[in-house]
């Protein structure tokens, strides 16, 4: 067999010496030969008239529905077969993912998303041949006429108008045969489509494969919001978020513009009594961030801010933010970043009698557990008053007649008294330092509308950090939850809880006062709901969280994350979940299912607030 090269090879004039052409027995032809066309000079042209297979008119829509491979909506997503063919202008333009219009003959449409792409064999034919290789090798395009493109719908809901109101219902009609497709560009129906509410806290635009969602509106982007007021159930806000990325991927620039959407001006809740309040944010801050947000932008230029206008979105630097700095030994904090007030406080130890666990550095039995709790506790109570220092709590466990008593009595076992003693100390550099205790400035540690941040950043003792944070949402978490509270400041104000590195605070651990904090968490979530209390949990360690508390969370946005067993985790969709590892910053996935359906957002480019060190 000779080599496909010899067709390239190939000259039309070879074969004579003058290199005119043969004719068909293989003689020369010339101008004056027999059966010639014409024995005039003029050049004989065989030129055909071109008959177009084109259709006329105009083109609607991107394809059509096909129905080759079948045609079935079913109440089993895996029975379901819905496909379209597109057409060849419209191919380049086509992602998995996008949105895509399937009217009804009746007026009513199919909103669907497209999940899969593929080209098919337009006519029987084998292309993996050396020919059908060759030939693309030596050409710059690809005749797609050759082939079909079909793309994999997935029915998403039914749109339909109701008095003039546009409205959605789950899928319980199949579209007709050789229905004409076309991509959603309104707002009104992509919305509609994805339960997306019109009103509410701004997260993102709307995206698919990393790009915006383009209408023809102005502006062209589709916003995104949580809802946040009371007309359709409770406030999101109140029902918990969480925000999961790894580093790089945009975390904290995405937490600082949520929570400065919460910090708006006209942003209130109706609380019991019938006032409109508006809501405190705590933030716990282990990277000493967010104390900026007191801070304007500078690298938010005019041109954005209108943008920002135009969309209700608020930004700026918020003036009511203030450090609450805590004092723990001789750490020094440094505030050369950010222009907010500070404010020095500490732990004092009188909080240990409501919450034991505190004090106990690390895990304790359940004998050990009970012995601080029901014996040691209650009688240095009772020696030194509500008023007892730690120190003296101290000098209290080192008394050797004490220890010989409780043993000798059988109320505690000298081993467990030891062993209770030693997990005790440590904590000098924590409890009753030299600042105002934090029960002495609840007043001012939750406002309305205020921000008051908590950095832990300089602190080295991941154990003092710890039992500081844990110590002051518990304070906090117990004021809300309480029918009789101490501050009635902070059960008659709508209170946002954030946690930076939650899982620090939050995890699974085999000891009591683990499982202690676990189930204050848990009923704080559970009960936020009627007490105007939200988690807003941030982490990149998702997996790390209880699940009690992970549970109870309605918002989950997830940025990028590379590690697997924090992408199962979140229970995100598993066509989203694929996408995780591959985001760029400030790309994310939101799962809220009271809110929307699944969605791909992309956030702000630029962060409201100030943000980064210079």
Not at 360 to 379: C, I
Not at 570 to 590: A, D, F, H, R, T
């Amino acid at each position: 067999m000779s080599d496909l090269g010899d067709f390239g090879d190939f000259d039309a004039d070879a074969g004579t010496e003058d290199g005119s052409a043969a004719d068909e027995t293989g003689s020369p032809s010339s101008s004056g030969s027999e059966g010639a066309a014409s024995s005039t000079s003029d050049e004989v042209t065989n030129d055909f008239e071109a008959t177009t297979v084109e259709p006329s008119g105009e083109d609607v829509g991107i394809g059509t529905i096909c129905v080759s491979q079948g045609l079935r909506i079913a109440e089993d997503a895996d029975d379901t077969t819905l496909r379209a063919y597109v057409t060849r202008g419209n191919r380049s333009s086509i992602r998995i993912g996008s949105y895509l219009l399937a009217p009804y003959p009746d007026g009513e449409t199919l909103f669907c998303r497209i999940t899969g792409l593929e080209y098919a064999q337009q006519y029987h034919a084998d292309d993996a041949t050396e020919i059908h290789a060759r030939r693309a090798m030596r050409t710059d395009e690809i005749d797609e006429a050759d082939y079909k493109f079909v793309a994999n719908l997935e029915p998403v809901a039914v749109l339909y108008d109701d008095d003039g109101e546009l409205k959605r219902r789950m899928t319980d009609r199949v579209p007709k045969p050789q229905t004409v497709i076309r991509q959603a560009d309104d707002t009104e129906e992509i919305k509609t489509g994805l339960k997306m509410p019109d009103d509410g806290v701004f997260l993102g635009h709307l995206s698919v494969g990393g790009e915006k969602v383009r209408t023809a509106a102005s502006p062209p982007t589709i916003d995104y919001r949580l809802k946040d007021d009371y007309d359709a159930g409770d406030p999101l806000v109140f029902r918990h978020s969480l925000i999961a990325g790894g580093t790089g991927s945009g975390k904290t620039h995405g937490a600082k513009n949520i929570l400065r959407q919460y910090l708006a001006d006209d942003r209130t809740y109706p609380m019991d009594d019938g006032r409109e309040v508006s809501p405190a944010v705590v933030q716990f801050d282990p990277q000493d961030e967010y104390a900026q947000m007191h801070d304007d932008n500078p690298d938010l230029d005019d041109e954005f801010a209108r943008r920002l206008e135009r969309e209700g979105i608020a930004y700026g630097g918020h003036d009511d933010t203030t450090a609450f700095i805590p004092k723990v030994g001789s750490a020094s904090y440094a505030a050369g970043h950010h222009r907010a007030e500070q404010v020095e406080f500490t732990i004092p130890f009188s909080m240990v009698h409501d919450n034991p666990w505190l004090v106990a550095g690390s895990g304790l039995n359940d004998n050990q557990y009970g012995a601080l709790t029901s014996v040691l506790l209650p009688r240095f109570r009772k020696q030194y008053r509500s008023g007892g220092t730690y120190e003296e709590f101290t000098t209290f466990l080192d008394d050797p007649a004490l220890r010989e008593e409780l043993d000798e009595s059988g109320r505690v076992h000298e081993a467990t008294f030891d062993a209770v003693r030693r997990r005790v100390l440590g904590f000098g550099h924590v409890f009753d330092q030299d600042a105002r205790p934090i029960t002495e400035l609840v007043h001012d540690f939750v406002r309305p509308g205020g921000l008051t941040v908590v950095p832990t950043y300089h602190i080295n003792d991941s154990r003092a950090t710890e039992a500081i944070v844990l110590a002051v949402s518990s304070l906090i978490i117990d004021q809300k939850l309480s029918n009789d509270p101490d501050y009635d400041r902070v059960k008659e104000t709508p209170l946002v809880l954030g946690m930076d590195e939650a899982h620090n605070f939050l995890t699974d651990a085999d000891s009591v006062q683990a499982g202690k904090v676990i189930t204050k968490f848990t009923e704080a979530a559970k009960q936020g709901r009627k007490e105007r209390l939200g988690l807003f949990l941030i982490t990149q360690d998702p997996q790390d969280i209880h699940d009690a508390v992970f549970k109870q969370i309605n918002t989950t946005v997830v940025l990028n994350l590379g590690d697997e067993d924090a992408i199962k985790s979140v229970n995100i969709p598993s066509n989203l979940e694929s996408k995780v590892p591959y985001m760029e910053k400030g790309q994310m996935v939101v799962y809220s299912p009271d809110n929307s359906e699944p969605v791909e957002l992309i956030g702000l480019p630029k962060c409201l607030t100030r943000h980064g060190r210079d």
